[in-house]
């Protein structure tokens, strides 16, 4: 498990312009919460820049005086004109205490259906979990090697052992479609099946001459 650590100072102001204040030296104000207590603290913008700024599912340690707490991301705060990150909240993970996390989806393996001319489409990057923290990992795996044409992979279908999976089960999670060239090569091939050959039109050409 990938675990980044931040630097952090407990907050002693609050208000708006306690945190005006901070955001004018580069702070960004955050709290952990989860624990036996709440902390609010703050820590330089650029801290939580491989925390926030990436997709991977990872620990953050956060030093406070002599203390550190092991946390995960749970909410962000942006501003709406400068999108600048403003407020991090974080999770501080108890271990007899289970805490719900999305956790990155890995598809592993070669689906037929690629083989076949179909285009593979991931249609969730992430499962939402309830596990206790020292099961957390940085994704979960998925085979997609007998992920047919037109064939789904649903959240029903992945099962990870000690997690207890909080989307809805029928959702898919990745499919193979049909492309546009092999739709239209299917819809040629139709045609062409449809149609009658020349020897059997000739065939029939013979059969209404001898008629007349």
Same mark, same amino acid.
Not at 56 to 71: C, H, L, N, P
Not at 147 to 162: H, P, S, W, Y
Not at 182 to 201: H, V
């Given at each position: 498990?990938?675990?980044?650590?931040?630097?952090?100072?407990?907050?002693?102001?609050?208000?708006?312009? %306690?945190?005006?204040?901070?955001?004018?030296? =580069?702070?960004? @104000? $955050? &709290?952990?919460? +989860? !624990?036996?207590?709440?902390?609010?603290?703050?820590?330089?913008?650029?801290?939580?820049?491989?925390?926030?700024?990436?997709?991977?599912?990872?620990?953050?340690?956060?030093?406070?005086?002599?203390?550190?707490?092991?946390?995960?991301?749970?909410?962000?705060?942006?501003?709406?004109?400068?999108?600048?990150?403003?407020?991090?909240?974080?999770?501080?993970?108890?271990?007899?205490?289970?805490?719900? %996390?999305?956790?990155?989806?890995?598809?592993? =393996?070669?689906? @037929? $259906? &690629?083989?076949? +001319? !179909?285009?593979?489409?991931?249609?969730?990057?992430?499962?939402?979990?309830?596990?206790?923290?020292?099961?957390?990992?940085?994704?979960?795996?998925?085979?997609?090697?007998?992920?047919?044409?037109?064939?789904?992979?649903?959240?029903?279908?992945?099962?990870?052992?000690?997690?207890?999976?909080?989307?809805?089960?029928?959702?898919?999670?990745?499919?193979?479609?049909?492309?546009?060239?092999?739709?239209?090569?299917?819809?040629?091939?139709?045609?062409?099946?449809?149609?009658?050959?020349?020897?059997?039109?000739?065939?029939?050409?013979?059969?209404?001459?001898?008629?007349?």
């Amino acid at each position: 498990m990938k675990t980044i650590t931040i630097e952090g100072h407990l907050r002693t102001g609050f208000g708006k312009t %306690a945190t005006r204040q901070l955001r004018s030296q =580069g702070m960004v @104000p $955050g &709290v952990i919460y +989860g !624990g036996p207590e709440e902390i609010n603290f703050y820590a330089p913008a650029l801290s939580f820049r491989n925390l926030v700024y990436t997709s991977s599912f990872q620990i953050a340690e956060v030093k406070i005086g002599d203390k550190t707490y092991r946390t995960i991301l749970k909410d962000l705060q942006f501003d709406k004109v400068t999108d600048q990150l403003i407020h991090v909240d974080l999770l501080e993970l108890v271990e007899d205490k289970k805490v719900i %996390a999305n956790i990155p989806i890995k598809f592993t =393996g070669t689906a @037929p $259906g &690629v083989k076949e +001319g !179909g285009k593979f489409v991931v249609k969730m990057k992430s499962l939402k979990v309830k596990t206790y923290p020292k099961y957390l990992r940085e994704y979960i795996e998925v085979s997609i090697d007998n992920l047919q044409l037109n064939g789904n992979i649903r959240v029903e279908d992945v099962t990870v052992e000690n997690y207890e999976i909080l989307n809805s089960p029928r959702i898919p999670i990745a499919s193979v479609t049909m492309t546009r060239q092999l739709k239209q090569g299917e819809a040629a091939g139709a045609e062409a099946a449809a149609q009658p050959s020349a020897a059997t039109q000739s065939a029939a050409a013979g059969a209404d001459k001898a008629k007349k």
